[in-house]
């Protein structure tokens, strides 16, 4: 068996703040993904990693940066913070190319914005 | 485009009640089609996967079965207790694409 850790897992920020949230999976898997759960909403993707070297946007990328700095770590940076923005970032691994595949999620990162 | 529906946003039962929550999908490709659970506090976590090739999963009790005439996948328990209260998301994967696209969920409630 394999975890994926997410750090911090509460950040409290200012309005125009720039935020920087950490996951580090070691299931060894080749794709990481980084979501945003808003309350009562789906799972919308923010940015996903196929390889190490590769960078994807999903579907909610503006206002956000993502890094890849190693197959098992996956950064992921609000550029800036929105006032009174909450939500839940959950980050999400998976097997690799030739899916799809189960993806695994860590426990989220809880963001609030004062 | 690719797409799934899971109109149900809240589902409140008693124990020991039947359960079904459905989801609808649209695509021009072979689907794999994924239900997971998530937990107060805690990530999303697979509860079934169901493909083309067995058309039907079971686990913890839990029985996924796909439809493909009326493109719809459903998720089933005969016999809910307290401790199934979750939030129920089902999830679309098209061919050997890396994405999943996620249904919005839907909060199961179970009164003792």
């Known amino acids: 068996g394999g975890i994926i850790t997410q750090t911090p897992k509460f950040l409290i920020g200012q309005e125009g703040q720039k935020l920087t949230l950490k996951c580090q999976q070691n299931f060894n898997h080749d794709t990481m993904y980084w979501y945003r759960q808003d309350s009562g909403k789906g799972l919308r993707l923010i940015y996903y990693s196929i390889t190490e070297n590769d960078l994807q946007k999903g579907d909610l990328s503006e206002g956000y940066d993502a890094s890849r700095e190693k197959k098992s770590s996956f950064s992921l940076t609000v550029t800036s913070a929105q006032k009174n923005e909450m939500a839940v970032f959950l980050c999400a691994s998976s097997i690799g190319l030739g899916g799809p595949y189960e993806q695994y999620f860590g426990p989220g990162t809880r963001l609030t914005v004062l | 485009g690719d797409s799934v529906t899971q109109k149900q946003g809240q589902v409140t039962l008693s124990e020991d009640d039947f359960l079904f929550i459905n989801c609808t999908y649209s695509?021009?490709?072979?689907?794999?089609l994924f239900w997971y659970v998530q937990y107060p506090g805690q990530g999303p976590q697979l509860l079934l996967k169901v493909t083309t090739a067995n058309n039907k999963g079971i686990s913890r009790g839990f029985e996924a079965t796909y439809d493909k005439g009326t493109t719809s996948f459903h998720l089933q328990k005969a016999s809910v207790q307290e401790s199934d209260s979750a939030v129920y998301f089902c999830?679309?994967?098209?061919?050997?694409?890396?994405?999943?696209?996620w249904g919005l969920g839907t909060s199961l409630v179970v009164n003792p």
């Open positions: 695509t021009t490709t072979y689907p794999t």
């Open positions: 999830a679309l994967g098209v061919g050997d694409n890396s994405k999943l696209i």
